[in-house]
């Protein structure tokens, strides 16, 4: 008697185990399950916010570059003379702002952000005007690329080359003693091309008149 006692004790231990053990495994289920759709939502979300700021980035290269067009035809404002002659520069005024595009090859090496020796002469002489000629005015840098997709480089895409060398740009001219506080940084990706694909690769630092 004692002994089937004992038997039935031990067997309604091992199923109260069970069922737990079961329950734990169905919690444990339901989490990862949770977790997998709370990290596709995340990403889905990401995703989303990234094509839009892609979307919105273009719309204003888009109205750029007609104020550009604009400004190259009969009356279109010629840009400030004094960065004429310095390499891989020229300057161009659109409405109330004034353009200063730097070749993105006189800047970087292939696929790079890191700049150029050599690039730092033009550089020197483009923060010296902005120093001395447009003090305390606000300044966005903005950085461009061709069109071709990247393939071999350290970055995701050309929206992320594109703003490693402005940010590459703005922290040297704030070493040559410009204000960061007033600088404000771009991507425009290959969302504006320009007649060549050397034309296009370039980072623009643009005077905002106030």
């Known amino acids: 008697m004692k002994t ?30 949770e977790n997998e759709s709370l990290r596709k939502q995340l990403d889905d979300r990401n995703a989303a916010l990234e094509s839009a700021d892609r979307e919105r980035l273009a ?9 550009k067009a604009k400004a190259a035809a009969p009356g279109g404002a010629a840009g400030d003379k004094n960065f004429s002659g310095i390499e891989g520069v020229t300057a161009s005024q659109i409405g109330n702002e004034l353009h200063v595009s ?40 903005a950085g461009f690329t061709d069109t071709d997709p990247i393939k071999k480089s350290a970055f995701k895409n050309n929206y992320y080359l594109g703003f490693d060398r402005a940010y590459s740009v703005r922290e040297y001219i704030i ?19 320009l007649k060549t694909k050397a034309q296009s690769r370039r980072v623009e630092v643009i005077v905002v008149s106030n």
């Open 102 to 141: 730097i070749e993105g090859d006189v800047l970087f090496d292939s696929g790079k952000a890191s700049l150029k020796d050599s690039s730092k002469k033009s550089l020197d002489k483009v923060a010296a005007i902005l120093k001395e000629k447009y003090p305390g005015k606000y300044i966005r840098v």
């Open 175 to 193: 070493s040559k003693g410009l204000d960061g506080k007033e600088i404000s940084l771009s991507s425009f990706g290959p969302d504006v091309p």
């Open 4 to 33: 089937t006692r004992l038997i039935s004790i031990l067997a309604l231990v091992a199923a109260t185990t069970l069922v737990g053990c079961k329950n734990n495994q169905q919690s444990v289920d339901e989490l990862t399950t």
């Open 59 to 67: 719309a204003i290269a888009r109205a750029d570059e007609s104020d």
